[in-house]
C-alpha cells in the first residue's frame, strides 16, 4: 500500500491583512481549517513573536487544532503543532514537537531535553529540520529527525548567497538554498535518505505531483495553504 502523503502548513500570520488581533484570528482560522482538512502536521513560524506571545499563540493553536476533530475525522492522524526553533515554548505550551534549522540545535538534543522535561510522558517529539543540501538532509537523519523539508524546489530565495560571506562556494549540484534553486533532480537524491523528505519552495498545485514523483514524502508551503482552501489542497494533493 502506497504511503500517505504528508502535507505541513508552515505559518505565516503577517501575509494577513489587519492590524496584530485580525492577524492573530485569521491565522487561528487558518490552522483549524488545515486541521479539519487532515493536515498533518502545523509549524507555527513567527519569528517576530516574544517567548511569551508565541506562547500563547502555540496554546491557541493547540486549542483549535484539538477543536477541529470531529466524529468524521477521528479516524485520521491528529494534526501536530511544531513550533519553529524553540524547543523551551514548544515544552511550555504542550506541542507535538519542534522545527529546527540545520544550524540550530541537533535533533538528538532536542530529544534528549524533551525527555528530561517530560519524565513521565513516553510521548517522543517530532523533529522536523530545514535543509538545502544533501549534507544537511543526512546529518539530519543521522541525529534522528523525524522528518526533512527540502527546497527551494521552485523557488529560488531571497537571501544571499552564503559562498559570498564564506569565500567557500559549495558545488551547485549539492546545494538548494544559498541562493540557488534546488529542481526536481536534486530533490529526487535527498529523498534517498533515510527519513521522509517534504519538498517546499514554489510548489503549486500544479507542480505538486512532480515532487512526488521524486520520491518526496509530501509537500511543505506557506502560501499553497494560507491562500487556497485547505480541504482542496488537502485532495487535490493527495489524490494526485
Known amino acids: 500500500m502506497a504511503q500517505r502523503c504528508?502535507?505541513?502548513?508552515?505559518?505565516?500570520?503577517?501575509?494577513?491583512?489587519?492590524?496584530?488581533?485580525?492577524r492573530r484570528r485569521r491565522l487561528l482560522?487558518?490552522?483549524?481549517?488545515?486541521?479539519?482538512?487532515?493536515?498533518?502536521?502545523?509549524?507555527?513560524?513567527?519569528?517576530?513573536?516574544?517567548?511569551?506571545?508565541?506562547?500563547?499563540?502555540a496554546r491557541e493553536a493547540i486549542r483549535v487544532i484539538t477543536s477541529?476533530?470531529?466524529?468524521?475525522?477521528?479516524?485520521?492522524?491528529?494534526?501536530?503543532?511544531?513550533?519553529?526553533?524553540?524547543?523551551?515554548v514548544a515544552l511550555a505550551a504542550g506541542a507535538h514537537g519542534v522545527h529546527l534549522r540545520s544550524d540550530d540545535v541537533s535533533p538528538r538534543e532536542v530529544r534528549e531535553i524533551w525527555m528530561k522535561c517530560n519524565a513521565a510522558s513516553s510521548r517522543d517529539p517530532l523533529i522536523g529540520v530545514s535543509c538545502h543540501t544533501l549534507d544537511e538532509v543526512a546529518q539530519a537523519a543521522a541525529n534522528d529527525a523525524t522528518f526533512a523539508v527540502f527546497g527551494p524546489v521552485f523557488e529560488k530565495k531571497s537571501t544571499s548567497d552564503a559562498a559570498?560571506?564564506?569565500?567557500?562556494?559549495?558545488?551547485?549540484?549539492?546545494?538548494?538554498?544559498?541562493?540557488?534553486?534546488?529542481?526536481?533532480?536534486l530533490l529526487k537524491r535527498a529523498c534517498q535518505a533515510k527519513i521522509p523528505v517534504l519538498a517546499l519552495g514554489g510548489v503549486t498545485l500544479e507542480n505538486a505531483a512532480s515532487c512526488l514523483a521524486a520520491g518526496a514524502a509530501g509537500i511543505a508551503a506557506i502560501r499553497l495553504f494560507q491562500e487556497n482552501d485547505a480541504a482542496e489542497v488537502v485532495r487535490r494533493i493527495r489524490d494526485s
Open 6 to 22: 504528508l502535507l505541513c502548513y508552515i505559518t505565516d500570520r503577517t501575509a494577513f491583512p489587519g492590524d496584530e488581533s485580525a
Open 29 to 57: 482560522e487558518k490552522i483549524s481549517e488545515a486541521a479539519r482538512a487532515g493536515v498533518d502536521y502545523i509549524q507555527l513560524r513567527e519569528k517576530d513573536l516574544s517567548s511569551h506571545e508565541l506562547e500563547s499563540l
Open 68 to 88: 477541529a476533530r470531529s466524529p468524521t475525522t477521528v479516524h485520521r492522524p491528529l494534526t501536530t503543532l511544531l513550533i519553529n526553533s524553540r524547543t523551551d
Open 164 to 185: 559570498s560571506k564564506t569565500g567557500d562556494a559549495p558545488r551547485l549540484a549539492d546545494v538548494a538554498g544559498r541562493g540557488n534553486i534546488a529542481g526536481l533532480d
